[in-house]
């Protein structure tokens, strides 16, 4: 049977290369499918993975209906067994529930790959969506380190350097357009999260320039 399966982690750990060895995985096996993903790193209609990997996909807007472009692809004779959906996090809820009508109602298996929470630790809405209609969610066993060595859980945004807590749900890219402004993502594990310790500030606090400081008394808890 069909399934909608959501593949969740952080950033850094694997989802898009995942997504890619899929792909391979089941055309190798004669099934024919479909590549969708959202606002890449490295660009439109592109899936791309941190080891350099990449092929074209469909880029995703927000006005696309998922059940109608199947439905196109089948109109004109095109077998379509499976989607390969990345950066989910950013699909409209309404794009999540067509994915699941896809599955329920054609039978084709869709493959989604996401991250669950912002650098605010709160659920995208297409990630929301996603866990509460997937038949199953997996967290990815690779696991992305804080610049500790612990697992990192969580993702944070870095404005010239400071981790920020702030602002706009989604800015995608190394630079803001127009500015000189520097908007960079690190993965955290909980506990720098929570003390806004980035590896940035924690080189800054450090006594040696080549040791990064582990003692929480110089992560202090920020204040409310």
């Keep these: 049977m ?10 850094d750990c694997g989802k898009s290369t995942l997504a890619l060895q899929m792909d391979h995985n089941h055309r190798a096996r004669g099934r024919s499918g479909l590549i969708y993903t959202k606002l890449d790193r490295a660009g439109s209609d592109v899936l791309s993975s941190r080891l350099g990997l990449s092929t074209a996909a ?7 209906d998922f059940w109608d472009a199947v439905v196109e692809h089948a109109t004109n004779g095109l077998r379509v067994d499976f989607l390969i959906c990345d950066e989910v996090q950013f699909y409209t809820p309404a794009q999540v529930e067509q994915l ?14 996401g991250i669950t929470a912002d650098f605010r630790t709160q659920l995208f809405p297409g990630s929301r969506r996603m866990i509460e209609l997937a038949d199953r969610v997996q967290v990815l066993q ?3 380190l804080c610049w500790c060595g612990r697992r990192a859980t969580h993702n944070a945004r870095v404005v010239d350097g400071v981790m920020v807590v702030e602002g706009e749900q989604v800015v995608v890219g190394d630079t803001k357009p127009g500015t000189e402004t520097l908007v960079e993502y690190e993965v ?18 450090a006594t040696s320039p080549d040791v990064l400081p582990f003692d929480l008394d110089v992560c202090p808890v920020p204040q409310a």
């Design 2 to 11: 069909a399934e909608l399966v959501f593949f969740s982690g952080t950033m």
């Design 58 to 64: 469909h880029e995703v807007s927000d006005d696309l």
């Design 100 to 113: 699941a009508k896809l599955v329920d109602e054609v039978g084709i298996d869709v493959f989604a790959f």
């Design 142 to 144: 690779v696991e992305a």
């Design 188 to 205: 955290l594990c909980r506990r720098h999260f929570m003390r806004r310790m980035n590896s940035a500030a924690a080189r800054a606090a």
